[in-house]
Structures are given as structure tokens and as C-alpha cells.
């Protein structure tokens, strides 16, 4: 068996869409799974809509997620000569022709097509037409000569056999009047020239699929192993669009999404192992195989995918995570970070993570570690800061300033003194102490909060709120 190759072909006309991310997952985990290679190719062969931009942000997300691809990159356009080059060897071969028809003449053809009710939307008027016939000044089109009986079958490896009647396809054009490659025809011959043995892609190319094994025949190459995954649903069944959540791959990174978690979540929409929900990269890789890819469109739900986001921001290394929020937290801070920012949030990241659900919102958890003084008071905290409130403050700083050696459990068990001195509960003094020292009505403990401010800290944010 040859080694297997597949690849990933985006057109570079935005950024790479969640739904091609997919796609170049599958491709890529095949690959791994049976120790061959993953190729990209960029199908740039529309130079008005490609663009610089769109084949950076490809890249940039393909490397986010981890995708790596084997080799030098592949230019459609940059392959145009070579595409030319097969479209006269048919034609010398008799296995296409010249058409000469005019752009009227296409479009009363495809009317009368369409009003008889078949697909064949050329009805092969200069198919078999002498040349001397060819009227002057013309530039004429390449079109291939399709088989016009029988069936063409398709196996494929995901969704079984499927037929069309050859009297269904036409003769499709290979090469355009200006001379430029069309793309069933350039897609063809690149998947040949670098070997691609199998062509893993949405099932929106079906139909392209039987078109194109038209071309593979005609050239007596042999055929990839075709296999198209179902495409992927809004949560509530309709075609995925941006409500649900059709972004580019940067737009969850910008939202704070870990590539891993994506990465778990995109396998998981067409593809299962048993009742695996995680499953880390190492894990895919081992079990990855096209059996176990389902027939039916998946449902992509942006809220399992914030569950899921949430379970390896757990998991996620802390120095790691703290790399990733500073510079969300400096922009919220517009720059103005306290020198101990790193620092307090490595030590304050186990309790910060278990919170967050992306890294947008553990950053905000996150903030009061990396202020200056004074702290800002939102206005839900400031409702814990009423005059009783301080009174209890002033007396809470007065006994912490004694504390010589001050760690979470001394500066809770004097915080439980003085409650218990005071008749309150523990909570009527945690939560204006919370709302003190981080700004908010919310955060993680407020004992391990001021282990990690440090004494010095902790009694001057006090300061700051009780003058």
C-alpha cells in the first residue's frame, strides 16, 4: 500500500473558517494516524478575490491550532502552466475539443436545459463538429468530452457508493477562452502531481467529485480514495451561518478559546470513540480513522464548546496561562500593570482558572492581581462597603497589622476572631474585605487573596478604601 498523503485546500479569500478548520483537522489526524503526510495547497487561481491577507490568516491559523503541514506550500496559481499543459494534451488526444459557442448561445442552451428539466447544461454543439467550421476571430474554450452512457460510481470511504447517470454531466470546460485553467480541471492534476491518496473534504463536493473522475479517467490516472464529510449545522439544524457561530479560526482565539479545546470540540462534530468526550491530540491521533466519521450533519454548539474551553483552561499550564492574560489585562489597565503582576498571578492562577470559561474572562478575574493602587470599586462592590461595613474594616486592619507571619490561615483565623468578638457571621467581614482588596463582589478566596497581595499590599488597599 502506498504511503498515504492527503492534504488541505483552502481558497485564500478570508481567513480559515471554522468549517475548513475541521476539514484540515480530519486531513491532518488521517495522515498521523497512518504515519504518511499532510500537504497544504492554496487554490489562489482567482486572482480577484485572492489575497496576501487571506493566505497569512491561513497560515496563522493552521499554526494556532497546531496543524502542521509537511513540505513546502502549494500554489495553485504558481501550477497554472502545468494545468494548461494537460488541457492541450487531452485535446490532442481527442479526448476534448474546441468549443466556439458565444456567451448568448450558452445561456439559450442552459435555459432550454434547464426548462426540460435536465442538469446537462451544454448540449455538445461543437463536440463533434469539424474544426474547419470554427468561426474567425474567435478564441475558443477547451471542453472535456464526458461519457454520455452509463454511470459513474463513486466509493467512498465515508459515504458508501454513491451514482450518477453519465447523461447528467456535462462536458465540462477545462480551459477558458483567455486561455486560464478552470478549477475541476487544476484540482485534478495537482491532487495527481503530488500524489494524493486520499481527498478527505465537505460533502459539498460530491458533485464536483463526479465531474473531476471524469477528468482522472480521460488521463488514465488512477483515482484517490474519496472521502466527504457531512458539513456542519447551527445548533438549531439550519445551515451553519455567523449567528451560530461560522467565524474564522482567529475569531475564537479572540475570544479566548485555547486551540486544544477547538481542536477536541471540531474531532468530536462527525467523529466519536465510543463515549470519549476529551480527547487530547495524542489520543486522536492513535485512534483517528475514517470508519468511525458519521454520515449526518453535525450540530456545532458554541455553549459545549465554551464547557469544553473551560475543562483545558483547567488543565492548561498556569505560567502558560498567565502568558496569555497579561496582555488582555494590560489593556484593560491601559498599561498601567503593578510590577508584581506576574508574580501574583502565577500564584493566584489555580483558583482563577476555575472560574473561567475563556481566557477573556479569566483575565478579568484576573485584573485586581495586576493593579496599582487604588483599586477601582465597581458599583455591586461598593454596596458591601456601607458605613458598618468600614467600621468592621478599620478594626480588621487594626488586628492584621499585628500579623507577623501573615499567610491564609492566619489572616482567616484573626478575620473568625473578630467576628465571633463582633457577633457577626464570617461573611459580613469576607465580603467587604472582597470588595476592598479586589474591586469586586466576586473572586476567589479572600484569605488566599491576601496570602498572595501580601500584607504590605492587602493593608494599603484597606487604607485607600477606609480614608
Known amino acids: 500500500m502506498p504511503k498515504v498523503v492527503t492534504r488541505f485546500a483552502p481558497s485564500p479569500t478570508g481567513s480559515l473558517h471554522i468549517g475548513g478548520a475541521r476539514t484540515a483537522l480530519f486531513n491532518w489526524l488521517y495522515a498521523k494516524y497512518h504515519d504518511g503526510e499532510f500537504l497544504l495547497r492554496i487554490e489562489d487561481t482567482d486572482r480577484k478575490r485572492s489575497t496576501d491577507e487571506a493566505v497569512e490568516a491561513i497560515y496563522g491559523g493552521m499554526k494556532w491550532l497546531g ?24 485535446h490532442t488526444e481527442g479526448k476534448a475539443y474546441h468549443c466556439y459557442c458565444s456567451p448568448e448561445e450558452l445561456a439559450e442552451m442552459r435555459e432550454t436545459s434547464r426548462a426540460a428539466g435536465s442538469t446537462r447544461l451544454y448540449d455538445g454543439t461543437w463536440r463533434d463538429r469539424d474544426p474547419s467550421e470554427a468561426p474567425a476571430g474567435v478564441d475558443p474554450v477547451i471542453r472535456l468530452k464526458a461519457l454520455e452512457e452509463g454511470e459513474t460510481i463513486i466509493t467512498d ?83 451553519l451561518s455567523k449567528r451560530h457561530g461560522a467565524l474564522g479560526v482567529e475569531a475564537y482565539r479572540d ?64 505560567d502558560r496561562l498567565v502568558e496569555l492574560i497579561l496582555p488582555e489585562v494590560s489593556k484593560m489597565l491601559d498599561g498601567n500593570v503593578a510590577v508584581e503582576a506576574e508574580s501574583r498571578l502565577k500564584l493566584g492562577m489555580d483558583s482563577l482558572k476555575d472560574r473561567a470559561k475563556n481566557i477573556q474572562e479569566l483575565a478579568e478575574n484576573a485584573v485586581f492581581y495586576a493593579t496599582n493602587r487604588p483599586v477601582k470599586i465597581t458599583l455591586k462592590a461598593a454596596k458591601h462597603l456601607d458605613q458598618n461595613s468600614l467600621d468592621i474594616l478599620a478594626k480588621v486592619r487594626a488586628e492584621l ?67
Request: aromatic share 8%; hydrophobic share 40%; proline share 3%.
Open 401 to 467: 497589622a499585628e500579623i507577623d507571619a501573615w499567610n491564609h490561615e492566619t489572616v482567616k483565623q484573626i478575620t473568625r476572631d473578630l467576628a465571633e468578638n463582633e457577633d457577626v457571621g464570617l461573611g459580613k467581614i469576607a465580603q467587604p474585605l472582597r470588595s476592598a482588596l479586589s474591586g469586586s463582589h466576586a473572586s476567589p478566596g479572600i484569605f488566599e487573596v491576601m496570602e498572595i497581595l501580601g500584607k504590605e499590599e492587602s493593608l494599603a488597599r484597606l487604607d485607600d478604601v477606609l480614608q
Open 157 to 239: 470511504a465515508i459515504q458508501g457508493d454513491v451514482t450518477v447517470n453519465n447523461n447528467q454531466i456535462d462536458d465540462m470546460i477545462l480551459l477558458r477562452a483567455d486561455g486560464t485553467p478552470t478549477y475541476m480541471l487544476a484540482v485534478v492534476v495537482d491532487d495527481h502531481d503530488m500524489r494524493i491518496t486520499h481527498v478527505i473534504r465537505g460533502d459539498d463536493h460530491l458533485s464536483n467529485t463526479f465531474r473531476q473522475i471524469q477528468i482522472y479517467n480521460a488521463l488514465d490516472w488512477e483515482l484517490p480514495i474519496f472521502a466527504h464529510i457531512p458539513l456542519l449545522h447551527g445548533s438549531d439544524g439550519a445551515k
Open 67 to 90: 496543524l502542521d503541514w509537511d513540505g513546502d506550500v502549494y500554489s495553485q496559481f504558481a501550477r497554472r502552466n502545468r494545468h494548461t499543459e494537460i488541457a492541450h494534451q487531452l
Open 255 to 318: 475570544m479566548g478559546f485555547l486551540p486544544e479545546a477547538i481542536n477536541n470540540y471540531l474531532l468530536r462534530l462527525g467523529w466519536s470513540h465510543g463515549d470519549e468526550e476529551i480527547i487530547s491530540q495524542e489520543q486522536a491521533i492513535e485512534w483517528f480513522d475514517l470508519d468511525s466519521v458519521g454520515k449526518s450533519a453535525s450540530r456545532f454548539d458554541m455553549d459545549k464548546l465554551s464547557n469544553l474551553n473551560s475543562h483545558y483552561i483547567n488543565e492548561a499550564d498556569n
